[in-house]
DNA sequence: GCGTGACATTTTTTT
DNA sequence: AATGTCACGC
C-alpha cells in the first residue's frame, strides 16, 4: 500500500514524507509539491497505523487550503475523515471554544466580529467614552489592539511608555471588557482566547496534548508570534510537529507574521531535522533564473536554491509602456494573441501590486471582449445587505450583542434615531444592561421593534435554518426594502443567496452533526446549536466571490491573492518604482511596537523592501512557461497622472533571461542569444508606438514631464514637474534613491537619461 | 429623522 | 476616480 504511494515522489520529498516521529522544518520552495508532500505525509502516518486519524491535527491559514488537503486526503484514504483536526488557525480556536465555552468564560452562543464588526465597535465604544477620534485614530486602534492580541497581550500585559500608549491600552481594555459584555470575539481574539483556555486548563491541555500525536502546519511562513505560541502548547512531550514553509514566500510581516518563526522554529524543535524541496516542478528554467536572481538579494534567508529538470524555455519578456493605457492595451494584444494560439484564458493571469491598478486593464478588456475574472473584492458574506440579514439573526440567538443591534434597529428605517438611540444608550448604560433589554422596557417605536424581534423569535424558534432566514428578511423589512429601492435587484439576489447557503450548509452539517460532537473529547462538550454554527461559517469563511466560476476567463488579481496559485503565463504590471516595490511599504511595517530610533526606522525600511522583493518573487515564480514584465512611465493613480522609474527589480534580474519587447530588431541579449520560443508566439507582431505622447506642451530647454534624467549626484530620476522658461526654468525630478527635488536648469547637472 | 453635499482618503489580506 | 464620513439644513 503505502509502497505506491511513495511511489512518484523524489527522494527529499520521501524523505520529508517518511520522517520518523520527531519534529521537522521542512523548507519547501516554490513550486515543488509542498501541499503534496503534506497531505501524503498525513496519509502515510495513518495508513502504517503509526496514528489514528484523531491524533492527527493539521493547520493552514485558507479556508481553501484546508478543502484542498481534506480533498486530496480523502482522496487517498478510504477511511472516514470527518473525524479529523483540519482547519485553519481560527476555524479550529472556534471548535475548540465552542465546545469548552464555559471553561473559556464565553457564552454559548458568543458571535465572531469580522474587521469590520470590530472597527465600529471600537468606534462605537470610542463614541461612548469620548475620545477624540483625531489623535486616536479608529483604525489606528483596532491595529493597536490585534498586534497586541496577536503577540499573545492583553491589555494588562502591554508596556506603555507614553500618553499616547497608555491612551491606547485604557482603550484596548475598555474594549475587550465590551467585547465580554456583548458576548463577542474577534478574530485574533478567538486564538488568544483558545490559547489562553490551554493555557490556564491543565486537565484540557493534557487531553489535547495526548491525543494529538502529529501536528501538521502549512505555510509556516506566516504565523504569528502567537499561532506559534499556540502550536507550542499543543504539542505534548510525545507530540511531532512537522512544518511547512518557505521564508522567501512570506509575503504577510505587515499583518503581523513573524519570519522569525522559522528560525526559531529550527531551533526549537527541528535540531537540524530541516529537509529542502528544491526541484521545481512547476516554471521553466529561465523562469527560476529570474527568481533565484532576484530573491538572492535578500540579506536574511534560510538559504535555498530552487532547480528544474525542465529546459530554459522561453525568455521573460519586457515590456516598457509610455502609459498605463498603452500597458493595457499591450497585455490585451499578448492576451488575445496566446488564445488565438490555443492557450486558455484561465490559464492566463494578469497581477499587479493593488486592486486600484486593475481598473485600467479591466477598461481595455472590456472594450476589447476579453472575458475577465477579477478576485479580490467584496466577499459575499461582507457584503451590506448580508450582514444585515445576519445582523438580525445574531440578535435572535445573542440579544446581549449591541452591535448587531445598532446594525438594525433602525434598518429599515423605523424612525428611531439617534436621539432616541443616545437615550436608549443612557438608560442602558446606567442600568448596567444590553440595548435590547433596555428596548424591551422602552415605549415607542423601541418597543414596535422590540417586538417586532420578539415576534420573530417566536415564528423561527422552530423553523429550519434556511426558512428561519426566510422569514428573517421578509418580516424585518429587509426585502421589501430592497424591492423598492431601483437598484436592490442585485441585493435582494444575495439575500436569496443567503438562504441557500443557509439551506446547504444545512444539509451538509446535517451529515457531519454525528461527528460534531466529539466523542473523544471531556465531558462538557454540547452539541452546537444550527445558526451559532452557521453565523460562525459566516464570519469565519466569509465565501468566495460570487459566479463567474466555469467560465473560460482571464484571471485578474493582486500578487498577494495569487501565492499558491500557477498559470501558464503570467503578466506582472505596474513594475514601477513606487508601486512595485510600494513606496509604502518601506515605512510604518511595525505597528505595536513603533520606536523612532534611526535604527530601527532604518531596519524597517530594509525589510519592507525585503518583504516587497519576496513579493516579486512570489509573482514571478507563478508562472510554468511564460512570464510578461511591464512598466509604465506615466499612470494615472488617484485622479493624478504619476511618472515613474521602472522598478528596481527589473535591474536586478539576470539580463540574458530578458527579451526586451521594445526594441526587437536590436540584439536583446548582452551574451548568448535566446533558445527559439517553443509553443506559444503571443503576439509577435507587437510593437511600441514611434514616440511618446507626453501630456506637457513645449519648453524650450529640451527637458520634458515623464523624462528620465541623470543628475550627477543625486543619480537616476524622472521629472515629475516643470516651471519657469529659460534661464528661470526648473523642473521637479523624483530621484530613485534621493527623493524629489526641485532643480533650476541653468544651475543643475542634469542630462538625458 | 433623514437626505445632501463638502471633505478627506486611498497597500497588500485571511480569519 | 471612487468611496466613505460627517456636518448641516429641512
Redesign the pocket.
Known amino acids: 500500500m503505502s509502497a505506491s504511494l511513495l511511489e512518484n515522489l523524489n527522494p527529499e520529498q520521501r524523505a520529508a514524507v517518511t520522517l520518523p516521529h520527531e519534529s521537522a522544518l521542512i523548507l519547501a520552495g516554490a513550486g515543488s509539491g509542498k501541499t503534496r508532500v503534506l497531505t501524503t505525509r498525513m496519509v502515510w502516518l495513518i495508513q502504517t497505523g503509526q496514528v489514528s486519524p484523531l491524533g492527527v491535527l493539521a493547520v493552514t ?4 487550503a484546508a478543502k484542498e488537503m481534506m480533498t486530496r486526503v480523502s482522496a487517498m484514504l478510504p477511511i472516514n475523515t470527518r473525524g479529523m483536526w483540519v482547519g ?1 488557525f ?2 479550529l480556536a472556534n471548535r475548540l471554544l465552542r465546545t469548552h465555552y464555559r471553561e473559556a468564560g464565553l457564552p454559548q452562543s458568543f458571535q465572531i466580529l ?2 469590520q464588526d470590530q472597527l465600529s465597535a471600537i468606534k462605537r465604544l470610542m463614541k461612548a467614552m469620548n475620545v477624540d ?1 483625531e489623535k486616536y485614530e479608529p483604525k489606528k486602534v483596532q491595529r493597536f489592539i490585534n498586534g497586541n492580541k496577536e503577540a499573545g497581550l492583553r491589555a494588562r500585559d502591554v508596556e506603555a511608555f507614553d500618553d499616547y500608549s497608555m491612551r491606547m491600552t485604557e482603550l484596548y481594555e475598555a474594549y475587550d471588557a465590551q467585547c465580554q459584555r456583548e458576548g463577542v470575539a474577534d ?1 485574533p481574539e478567538l486564538l488568544l482566547r483558545a490559547y489562553e483556555l490551554l493555557y490556564r486548563n491543565e486537565p484540557l491541555r493534557q487531553h489535547y496534548q495526548d491525543r494529538f500525536r502529529h501536528i501538521l502546519i502549512d505555510e509556516f511562513q506566516d504565523t504569528n508570534t502567537l499561532q506559534y505560541r499556540w502550536l507550542k502548547l499543543f504539542a505534548g512531550p510525545r507530540t511531532a510537529l512537522f512544518a511547512v514553509g518557505d521564508d522567501d514566500q512570506s509575503i504577510y510581516a ?2 503581523g507574521a513573524n519570519t522569525a518563526n522559522m528560525a526559531e522554529f529550527e531551533r526549537e524543535f527541528a535540531h537540524g531535522n530541516v529537509i529542502k524541496l528544491e526541484q521545481n516542478y512547476r516554471s521553466h528554467g529561465n523562469i527560476l533564473t529570474a527568481a533565484n536572481t532576484l530573491i538572492s538579494q535578500n540579506a536574511h534567508r534560510l538559504g535555498k536554491n530552487l532547480w528544474t529538470a525542465e529546459g530554459e524555455g522561453e525568455p521573460i519578456r519586457v515590456f516598457h509602456a509610455y502609459s498605463d493605457q498603452e500597458e493595457a492595451s499591450f497585455v490585451v494584444d499578448e492576451v488575445r494573441a496566446l488564445n488565438r494560439e490555443g492557450m486558455n484564458l484561465s490559464d492566463m493571469a494578469l497581477l499587479y ?4 491598478q486593475s481598473r485600467v486593464l479591466e477598461h481595455a478588456l472590456f472594450s476589447a471582449s476579453v472575458p475577465y475574472r477579477v478576485y ?1 473584492g467584496l466577499r459575499f458574506f461582507e457584503r451590506q445587505e448580508v450582514k444585515h440579514a445576519l445582523a438580525y439573526l445574531r440578535l435572535l440567538t445573542n440579544p446581549e450583542d449591541d452591535g448587531a443591534f445598532l446594525r438594525v434597529v ?1 434598518f429599515p ?8 438611540l443616545g437615550q436608549l444608550a443612557d438608560g442602558a448604560a446606567r442600568a448596567g444592561t444590553s440595548l435590547w433589554q433596555a428596548a424591551c422596557t422602552a415605549g415607542g417605536k423601541v418597543a414596535g421593534f422590540a417586538k417586532l424581534i420578539e415576534d420573530i423569535k417566536q415564528v423561527t424558534a422552530d423553523l429550519p435554518l434556511a426558512e428561519a432566514i426566510d422569514h428573517v428578511i421578509e418580516a424585518s423589512g429587509l426585502a421589501d426594502y430592497y424591492r423598492a429601492d431601483k437598484e436592490g435587484a442585485d441585493r435582494l439576489e444575495n439575500l436569496n443567496e443567503l438562504i441557500n447557503a443557509a439551506a446547504l450548509f444545512a444539509e451538509e452539517s446535517e451529515a457531519a452533526t454525528y461527528d460534531a460532537v466529539d466523542a473523544s473529547a471531556p465531558a462538557g462538550a454540547e452539541s452546537f446549536r444550527a445558526l451559532d454554527t452557521f453565523l460562525a461559517h459566516a464570519a ?3 465565501g468566495e466571490h460570487q459566479a463567474g466560476a466555469g467560465h473560460d476567463a482571464l484571471q485578474l ?2 500578487v ?2 495569487a501565492k499558491g496559485l500557477e498559470f501558464h503565463a503570467v503578466f506582472i504590471t505596474g513594475l514601477e518604482e513606487g508601486l512595485f516595490p ?1 513606496e ?2 518601506a515605512y ?2 511595525t505597528r505595536a511596537s513603533a520606536r523612532s530610533g534611526s535604527e530601527s526606522f532604518r531596519a524597517n525600511e530594509e525589510s519592507g523592501l525585503e518583504e516587497e522583493r519576496r513579493l516579486m518573487y512570489v509573482a514571478i515564480t507563478r508562472a510554468r512557461r511564460r512570464l510578461y514584465l511591464s512598466h509604465a512611465q506615466s499612470r ?1 493613480l ?2 493624478q497622472t504619476r511618472y515613474s522609474l521602472p522598478s528596481r527589480f527589473l535591474d536586478e534580474l539576470p539580463e540574458q533571461v530578458l527579451l526586451n519587447l521594445n526594441r526587437r530588431n536590436e540584439p536583446a541579449y548582452s551574451s548568448g542569444s535566446p533558445k527559439p520560443a517553443e509553443g506559444y508566439k503571443g503576439a509577435s507582431g507587437y510593437s511600441a508606438p514611434a514616440a511618446p505622447r507626453s501630456p506637457q506642451t513645449g519648453n524650450d530647454t529640451g527637458y520634458k514631464v515623464g523624462q528620465s534624467v541623470v543628475h550627477a549626484k543625486f543619480g537616476t530620476g524622472i521629472i515629475i514637474d516643470f516651471e519657469g522658461r529659460g534661464a528661470d526654468a526648473r523642473v521637479q525630478v523624483k530621484f530613485r534613491n534621493a527623493g524629489s527635488k526641485w532643480l533650476a536648469l541653468a544651475y543643475a547637472k542634469l542630462a538625458p537619461a
Open positions: 491559514f485558507t479556508n481553501k485553519t481560527h476555524g469580522d474587521s477620534t478574530f505587515f499583518r501590486r493593488s486592486n486600484a479580490g433602525n428605517t423605523r424612525g428611531i434615531g439617534a436621539r432616541t469565519l469563511e466569509a488579481m493582486t498577494h491573492a510600494h509604502q511599504s510604518d511595517s494615472m488617484h485622479g
